[in-house]
């Protein structure tokens, strides 16, 4: 008989949209989730720090890369990109859910080894679409993982970022060379295409969800990315 793990429910906040955000504590692990749906697990992570790696790489050869990242979540894109930035690096972490940052400050911090306590880091606590829409200033990278794919799933105007509007002004708040990555848990050629018109060179990836290396046939589960270089 499989031994029934018990859940604690850590914390729990409303989100803009009178949905529901909690944090729970399974076993060894943690999970966000939302409404009722799991947003991000901490057991699985290699691909959400696969986005930082490949985006930092592109943005290798810049003194002071700015690199935008929505949003916190666990925090392990973050940690991620902080392990291979510059120290004169800028790194801005827009998330929609104070508690998220909250928990950071409790049982989240310690799973990415604390990536908001880093001096490069400034955290805002906003939404990333109004963030972008205001064109405060240029990135090198714009790393998003706010859903669990290009369809809104945490609150309803996330669906901005996916769309034409959202993807246009994506571009134009990436300077020349830069390159945006939107995390994804599968396909949708629609989006790349989307991507595509409004100037990105555009390309998905299958990165294995758990090592974050690229995805070999058959071989564990696995998430998508899609990169676009402008
Ligand atoms: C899947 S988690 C991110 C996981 C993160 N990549 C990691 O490695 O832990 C999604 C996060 O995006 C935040 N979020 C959702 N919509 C947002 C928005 N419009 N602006 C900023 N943050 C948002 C959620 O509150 C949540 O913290």
Known sequence: MRAVIPREVLGTAVTPDDGEIQLIRDGTGYAIYTDGQVLMPSRTHGSEEMMAKIACHHVGRVEQPRVLIGGL???????????????????????????????????????ANHPIEDPRVRVIVEDVTELIKRREQKYDAILLDVDNGPIPMTVAGNWWLYAKEGLSELFRSIGPGGMLIVWSAGEDERFLERMQRVGFRAECVRVAARTGRRKRRGRGYAHTLFIGRR
């Open 73 to 111: 979540g666990m925090g392990y894109t973050l940690r991620a990109a902080l392990d291979r930035l510059p120290p004169h690096a800028e790194v801005v972490c827009a998330e929609l859910m104070e508690a998220i940052v909250e928990w950071h400050r409790g049982p989240l911090g310690p799973l």
